[in-house]
């Protein structure tokens, strides 16, 4: 009975491992990830559809609708940068760093969304919610681009947890897209601002969680399941 070899054993190892891409430093990775969201917004606005406000508009002078656009910029960053961190082996402490701006940031957005609904006035128009859905549509497609270029870094890194990096991934970029709608849009409903604006990352990624793990794992592997 023949024995195997060392260098026959190191062959056949050799043999079975296939190729990988090469992760970039996360600094790129993320500005990789939010500079389709630039461009994608300087051809909205170059088109006359997404145009921020007048200078003179009352919304720069409200504190509670610059919560709301400045909470939402903070998701965006730390929601992404926390998921790119997240598949990415050592970062552990900048994942962390990420979910703790992403967690102020939403505290940001959501106080002034709740603190500008208590001083309103009795709904208007009860229709509200349904600009509310084209503001959401929006908002994801705004970040739609800057969403699926996270999600290929995140799939061909380890992608130890898909279900959690890719709702992350996809909650950032609707964050950024939500930004730029907030800015932009003239409705003044208090309701639709928290539903259509503050809250548009979490309700698409809510919305997306489970298909996008499913997704992820079909289309990339998966170390472990979350």
Known sequence: ?????????????????????????????????????????????????????????PFWSSPFALAILSGLLVVGLGSTAAALASSVPDRARTMRWGLVACAIGAGIALGGALLQLSGALPIADPGWWRGSLGCLGHA?????????????FIGTAAMWRPRASSTLAVAGAVALGAGVVHA???????????????????????????????????????????
């Open 140 to 152: 994801f497609g705004l970040g739609l681009v800057s969403g699926l270029v996270a999600l290929r």
């Open 184 to 226: 932009t849009c003239r409705a003044g409903e208090t309701y639709h601002q928290l539903v259509a604006h503050a809250l548009a990352p979490a309700i698409v990624a809510a919305l997306l969680v489970i298909p996008l793990g499913l997704a992820m794992r079909r289309l990339y592997g998966a170390r472990s399941s979350d």
């Open 1 to 57: 009975m023949s024995t195997t070899s060392a260098e026959d054993r190191i062959r056949d190892l050799v043999a079975d491992l296939h190729p990988v891409r090469r992760i970039p430093p996360l600094r790129v990775a993320v500005a990789w990830t939010v500079l389709p969201w630039l461009v994608v917004v300087a051809l909205e606005w170059g088109l006359g559809r997404a145009r921020p406000r007048a200078l003179g508009d």
